[in-house]
């Protein structure tokens, strides 16, 4: 029965109308429903007690009621609730005066529908005046003269006050219902507003961060770098090559230092999708190793592999590259001359677990708390100056999270750092 009253008092609502036009055309729908219901009793009724033309003027009635569902399926909004209105007002009237069953009473009711239904004001008095002086015209003629057809038993006088006050009582139910049901509405707006207005402050702040990052952290490396192109090009070879390494190296440190700040903005601001399939972390690895070799060689640092062949991790291909990317670099920017970095997987479960681990300077406690906080972001240079942003672990993080992985780290100070990453290695 619900979902047919459901669907019956939303006839016509459109997902585009405002609320206070939804709760009109509700309102309409509902009274025609509850009217249809009490036409049909009457309708049976008169049929019973042989007052065939009275019982004629209710289906009539029940006609003009379905006309007005229809109107409001169409979007003829305004013509349904003239409809309405003037029928009120026209048929309980003649009514009234055919059989002197005080229905001219349910006029009274009118006002407050003409109330629910039109907006105008004026319009609103006019039709209420016009109302207000059928009914006063009805009762003052009914006390005068016969009625026009005949006169009904004195238990319909029951029937017709009753009627109104059932109608009165729901239209006022229905109303606080729908007060109600637009105070809950706008609650969740506002609290929807309040979230939105979270989301673009910590944005705004983001954004700021991130600018900030941009015109400080890369504005050093960029000079160095231009000095260094701005040598005299007739320099010995050896001081030469030694001079482009090291611009080729700070290079690379901008480049991911500036891949990493565009990326972080990039899901902070509209936030990114993960596209997993099956990848190879062994190749993975084999493939940073190439294009990070020149770092390694110029540290001398040692570069332990430890991944078994075929270890799959079911990941964003992309991702699972910029996120080793980031962790391997962390680990070769904080490591000393001559140290070591090890890279280790296994398959655990459904899952497989990545370490990369150096003998690098490490962290406290403190520095490990403020690593994952953009807040409080700070910078670190590393173990031969070297420059970032300071924004991959928090790419990283992310990252991992995008596909359902989890990150963890341990450090000490002067005894290293290791990262641990875990990530789905089978569907889940």
Known sequence: MYPFIHSVVNIG?????????????????????????????????????????????????????AGIFLLQQHQLFQPAR???????????????????????????????????????????????????????????????????????????????????????????????????????????????????AVRLENLNKSKEKILSILSHDLREPLAAMRSLLSLDADMAAPLFNEFAGRARNSLDNVLLSLDNTLRWSHIQLKGSMAYPQYCDVQEAILQLQQKMGSQVDEKALVFHQQVPKDTL????????????????????????????ITIAAATEKETVHIRVTDTGIGMDTATQARLFDLERHFTRRGTDNEHGAGLGLLVVKELVRINDGQLQLSSAVDKGTTVSIRLPGSYV
């Open 82 to 196: 003239f409809t309405a209105i003037t029928t009120i007002a026209l048929f309980f009237s003649f009514i009234s005066l055919a059989y002197h069953n005080n229905t001219e009473l349910l006029l009274l009711l009118n006002i407050a529908v003409i109330i629910m239904l039109l907006d105008s004001w004026w319009l609103i008095i006019v039709m209420a005046l016009v109302d207000m002086f059928i009914f006063i015209f009805t009762h003052i003629y009914n006390s005068r003269h016969e009625p026009l057809i005949e006169a009904l038993p004195p238990s319909r006088d029951i029937i017709s006050v009753t009627s109104l006050f059932v109608m009165m009582m729901v239209v006022l139910l229905y109303n606080k219902y729908e007060q109600q049901r637009y105070r809950l509405q706008m609650e969740g707006l506002n609290r929807q507003n309040e979230d939105k």
């Open 313 to 340: 991790v079911y990941a964003d291909p992309d991702h699972l590259a910029i996120l080793l990317r980031n962790v391997l670099s962390n680990a070769i920017k904080f490591t000393h001359s001559g140290g070591n």
């Open 13 to 65: 609502i459109r997902p585009g109308h405002p609320f206070e036009e939804q709760k009109k055309i509700r309102s309409l729908n509902a009274g025609a429903l509850l009217g249809s219901v009490i036409v049909a009793v009457l309708l049976v009724l008169n049929l019973l007690t042989a007052h065939l033309w009275l019982a004629c003027c209710y289906l009539l009635l029940s006609l003009v009621i």
